[in-house]
């Protein structure tokens, strides 16, 4: 399996800006409100049962289950619902948002350090289309759930033996970006070792000395850049730290 990136430049048009603008934003609130909960949950865990804050303390019920992907995936239909903002942006969109979550969740769980934090307004600057049933691209459009055709610069044309697998729209300084992931079943075989081996030993009274027997004399520019002429160990030290 052979997967390959090819960035491209996408001309939405002013609509089409507008939308994707609202949608990232609403990937952020989604982004900060699952990370409000996942806060909450361990927040509502560590809270000592003789004392509470003196300021103010969410407890969660004790058969709350934990706010992991799976979870917070099947409380978005209810959270559409509630808010119907959520419905105007793809689903896939939304899942892979909890996805990017749960991703620095377990970075921190693993590494120890890297919480994740909230969102400011403006931070998220992508969005990821993970699956497509038909190739998007069409000439020179590229099609997109709920957005429709947007023009994308295809200067580079994808090979034949490829298809997309999944899309990411970047929002840069410069304008709009496609990250396509195109993916093949061509099987690249890992080179076998062939040749002769060899071990090479880097000494100090002779430049290198080789399993076969060779070795190499000093050169005489360590003499040089040292200035002297009589040891040979102190020379090369020395010249070591001066490269």
Known sequence: MLALNYTYRIYPDQKQVELLNEWLETCRSDYNYALRELK?????????IDRCSLDS???MNA?????GYQQQQN??????KEFPRLAAVPS?????????????WDFFQNRGYGFPQFKKYGQIKSMLFPQFKVNPITGWLLKLPKLGKVQINLHRPIPESFIVKQVRILKKAMGWFAVITIQSDISIPAPLPHGHFIGVDVGLEKCLATSDGFLEPGRKFFQSIVGCRRKPCRRLSATTQIV
């Open 92 to 104: 896939e969109v939304l899942q892979t948002t909890i996805r990017r979550l749960q991703d620095g």
């Open 75 to 80: 409380n978005l239909p209810k959270a559409k």
């Open 40 to 48: 909450d949950w361990i927040a509502s865990r560590k809270c000592p």
């Open 63 to 67: 058969d709350y289950p934990f706010p």
């Open 57 to 59: 303390e969410y407890i």
